[in-house]
């Protein structure tokens, strides 16, 4: 997922949950507090006529770009007394789902620059994590594996995750959260993510 801009706040997704009124009206609030309803129409739309078009922040877009903000600052707090970064438990991963191994290969499932899965790989390697090798194919070809210990830290990674999730997910149902997790889970997959 890209990253969002350091101006959207986790206040901001929560200023969306008025949400919308039977599909077309969004109930918003001035700064004076003061409650208002408003529709956002196209472009050049005449005032009574065209179709509202719900407003940026009622997209599901939009809504899961800040709270996955959210969600990987909490993550990057937990998984930093540990050495790691949200991108390099990312990489620890795509290895151990063995969905690439190559440095390049790493990079395409990651959808970041080889350059960055290089610095990546030399912090994780330095931490024992993973192991760098040859192919023997290819001797240009540098191959990653995970160590013992980058399978133990990945554990830790996924105990640490799985208590955010309990928090982050605290106000819904069991059943509730088995559906949002189902409905991600398929949206990632659909996209050739890791879904676990």
Same mark, same amino acid.
């Given at each position: 997922?890209?990253?969002?801009?350091?101006?959207?706040?986790?206040?901001?997704?929560?200023?969306?949950? #008025?949400?919308?009124?039977?599909?077309?009206?969004?109930?918003?609030?001035?700064?004076? @507090?003061?409650?208002?309803?408003?529709?956002?129409?196209?472009?050049?739309?005449?005032?009574?006529?065209?179709?509202?078009?719900?407003?940026?922040?009622?997209? =599901?877009?939009?809504?899961?770009?800040?709270? @996955?903000?959210?969600?990987?600052?909490?993550?990057?707090?937990?998984?930093?007394? /540990?050495?790691?970064?949200?991108?390099?438990?990312?990489?620890?991963?795509?290895?151990?789902? @063995?969905?690439?191994?190559?440095?390049?290969?790493?990079?395409?499932?990651? @959808?970041?620059?080889?350059?960055?899965?290089?610095?990546?790989?030399? /912090?994780?390697?330095?931490?024992?994590?993973?192991?760098?090798t040859r192919d023997p194919a290819?001797?240009?070809?540098?191959?990653? =594996?995970?160590?013992? /210990?980058?399978?133990?830290?990945?554990?830790?990674?996924? #105990?640490?995750?799985?208590?955010?999730?309990?928090?982050?997910?605290?106000?819904?149902?069991?059943?509730? /959260?088995?559906?949002?997790?189902?409905?991600?889970?398929?949206? #990632?997959?659909?996209?050739?993510?890791? =879904?676990?």
């Open positions: 997922m890209s990253d969002v801009s350091a101006d959207v706040s986790a206040e901001d997704g929560a200023g969306t949950r #008025a949400g919308t009124r039977a599909g077309t009206r969004y109930e918003g609030r001035s700064a004076a @507090g003061s409650s208002s309803s408003f529709a956002a129409r196209p472009a050049g739309a005449a005032g009574g006529g065209g179709p509202v078009v719900p407003p940026v922040q009622a997209s =599901t877009v939009f809504r899961l770009g800040v709270l @996955g903000a959210v969600a990987t600052e909490r993550f990057a707090a937990a998984v930093e007394p /540990h050495g790691l970064k949200p991108k390099q438990v990312g990489l620890m991963i795509v290895l151990s789902e @063995g969905l690439a191994a190559s440095q390049l290969d790493v990079a395409r499932v990651m @959808g970041v620059a080889p350059s960055l899965v290089v610095g990546f790989a030399d /912090h994780l390697e330095g931490l024992g994590a993973i192991r760098r290819d001797r240009r070809r540098q191959l990653l =594996t995970l160590t013992d /210990h980058g399978r133990e830290l990945l554990d830790s990674c996924s #105990a640490l995750a799985r208590d955010l999730d309990a928090e982050f997910a605290e106000g819904l149902s069991e059943q509730e /959260h088995a559906v949002l997790a189902g409905l991600l889970g398929r949206l #990632a997959a659909d996209r050739g993510l890791p =879904t676990g």
